[in-house]
């Protein structure tokens, strides 16, 4: 599967964003998808995972209570709403896929990533 994440941008702290990650063919609803960030001189990290029928989600406790993963399968595509964005905040995000359960944190397990878009928060 191909991912292309899109809806990065500048944004000051305290706003809100949508991040979309558009994938291509027709399993999408059989993978499990996440959103990672990468801030500048640091490792990429967890931020969310949504389970396959978008019941169930995970974040990291950095962003809980501030993003919201969706998806909807009909559109094949993944969302990460961003609200009360801080400027700690910035970074590169990532999608990603995986069609195994596991530990949703670790990035190794993902077999599929896009190929990421800016986030930028100005204070």
């Known amino acids: 599967v191909q991912l292309q994440a899109s809806g990065g941008g500048l944004v000051q702290a305290g706003g809100s964003l949508r991040l979309s990650c558009a994938a291509s063919g027709r399993t999408f609803s059989s993978y499990l998808m996440g959103w990672f960030r990468q801030a500048p001189g640091k490792e990429r990290v967890f931020v969310a995972a949504i389970s396959r029928g978008g019941v169930s989600t995970y974040y990291a406790d950095s962003v809980k209570g501030r993003f919201t993963i969706s998806r909807d399968n009909a559109k094949n595509t993944v969302y990460l709403q961003m609200n009360s964005v801080k400027p700690e905040d910035t970074a590169v995000y990532y999608c990603?896929?995986?069609?195994?359960?596991?530990?949703?944190?670790?990035?190794?397990?993902?077999?599929?990533w896009g190929q990421g878009t800016q986030v930028t928060v100005s204070s």
């Open positions: 990603a896929g995986r069609g195994k359960d596991g530990h949703l944190e670790r990035e190794s397990q993902y077999e599929y």
